[in-house]
């Protein structure tokens, strides 16, 4: 059983908002990740952390931004939304042993 | 550079039908593949995985081996059920400081009743 977890599972904004989407996993994991899923389905990695203060930028260019303060934490920020950010967002962490992803439920996040 | 390629969804089966999905990889190395499962409203979750040539994975009545001498990693199921319905992603893993995962870009099953 997966311990890592998202809030919200599903947001309507309007443009201009602030948000952020929370990620919190309790594995004690060092590295995780944000990808952001196409209604087609593909994933893109949009940012990635290798531990504590560590931030780094994925595959895909994104307008989000993240903080890495606490091992356990890995919140994602959009400054001012827009309706090309309508997505779902997952988080996932990675283990040391087994080299498994963990992923959230997601985020579901629609800009109108 | 790395990369893994998946056939076109959607798949759709009848009950009790016999599945593969295939997947086919380029790698450096001797990377470690898996197969991962979204199920509707739901993350991604590890189906099941090999990492080193010839292994066989399985879990769930899945199974997929790992042929180096033709770089894939096709799923089988020998009879599906309703419940099965989900997109199932094949990924590799090169090793590497970022332990970055590569995703194929998924397939969507849809069995029948």
């Known amino acids: 059983e997966a311990d890592i977890y998202q809030t919200p599972r599903y947001l309507v904004i309007g443009t201009g908002k602030k948000i952020t989407l929370e990620c919190s996993q309790t594995m004690g994991h060092d590295k995780m990740y944000w990808y952001q899923q196409d209604p087609g389905m593909e994933l893109h990695l949009i940012h990635y952390s290798y531990g504590v203060n560590s931030t780094e930028k994925g595959d895909l260019s994104s307008e989000s931004t993240v903080s890495r303060i606490r091992t356990e934490h890995f919140p994602l920020t959009l400054e001012s939304a827009r309706p090309s950010h309508t997505s779902q967002y997952l988080c996932a962490s990675r283990g040391a042993a087994t080299g498994e992803l963990f992923f959230g439920e997601g985020s579901r996040l629609t800009v109108l | 550079g790395d990369s893994v390629t998946q056939m076109e969804g959607p798949v759709t089966l009848s009950e009790e039908a016999f599945l593969t999905i295939n997947c086919t990889y380029t790698?450096?190395?001797?990377?470690?593949l898996f197969w991962y499962v979204q199920y509707p409203g739901e993350g991604l979750q590890l189906l099941l995985k090999?990492?080193?040539?010839?292994d066989k994975g399985s879990n769930k009545g899945f199974e997929a081996t790992y042929r180096k001498e033709t770089t894939s990693f096709h799923l089988e199921k020998g009879s599906v059920q309703v419940s099965d319905s989900a997109v199932y992603f094949c990924a590799l893993d090169n090793g590497g400081a970022t332990n970055k995962l590569i995703f194929g870009t998924g397939t969507l099953l849809a069995v029948q009743p």
């Open positions: 790698a450096t190395g001797y990377p470690s």
């Open positions: 090999a990492t080193k040539a010839d």
